[in-house]
Structure formats: C-alpha cells, structure tokens
C-alpha cells in the first residue's frame, strides 16, 4: 500500500493518513479482507510518529471501514462506498475551496446552482 502526506497540508496528520487509507479502499486498492502492514511499518513508512498512524486507524475502524483482530492485525472489513467516500471528497472540496477564499456558505451556493 502506498501512502502520501502532504506536509503542506493544514489538516493533522492522523487525518490525512485515515483519507489516504479510506481512498485507496474507496479505488479498490484495498479490497475487504485485505490486511493492512502494521502501524509500526505504516509509520516508518511515511516518516510520522506510530501513535498517529494508529489514531487514524481508529477513526477508520469507528466508521466500519477497519476490522481489528487480536492477533491478525488489521484488515479492510468494507468498501468505502457512498457516504464515506464522499464526506472525504467534500472535506476536501471545503478546504480547497477554503485555500481559494470561499467559505462553507459560498461553496453551499455553488453546488445548489449546478443543474
């Protein structure tokens, strides 16, 4: 599995681990039943403290997207399908728009006037 953080990025880091995790399940690189590496290698991986990777872990698995087994680690227990999947596009779709000086209301009115 490969993750990317942007360092840039204003939101904290279990954040962008727990969009990484839900994207790559969203696409398909994660399919339910697969298991993910440890937190540990996770971490190395992307250079960040362990305690970060596994508060993303939990996030995910508090929205049905991570199933924990004592002694299994972590698998992917569901497609990251509808409303997860999209709640992560609109955040960032927010923050973009955020970046650019609109606010919640203005990207409110932009999505109403689409047909």
């Known amino acids: 599995m490969l993750l990317t953080l942007d360092l840039n990025d204003a939101r904290p880091l279990h954040e962008q681990v727990a969009a990484a995790i839900r994207r790559a399940i969203g696409e398909g690189s994660c399919a339910p039943g697969d298991r993910l590496p440890p937190a540990r290698e996770l971490a190395q991986a992307l250079g960040i403290n362990t305690n970060t990777v596994l508060r993303a ?5 508090d929205e049905g997207l991570l199933e924990f087994r004592r002694g299994r680690g972590v698998s992917v227990a569901g497609v990251a399908g509808g409303r997860a999947l999209l709640v992560q596009r609109a955040r960032e779709l927010l923050e973009d728009a955020q970046r650019h000086g ?11 006037e689409l047909p």
């Open 57 to 61: 872990l939990r996030d995910l698995r």
């Open 102 to 112: 609109y606010g919640r209301e203005d990207l409110i009115t932009i999505l109403e």
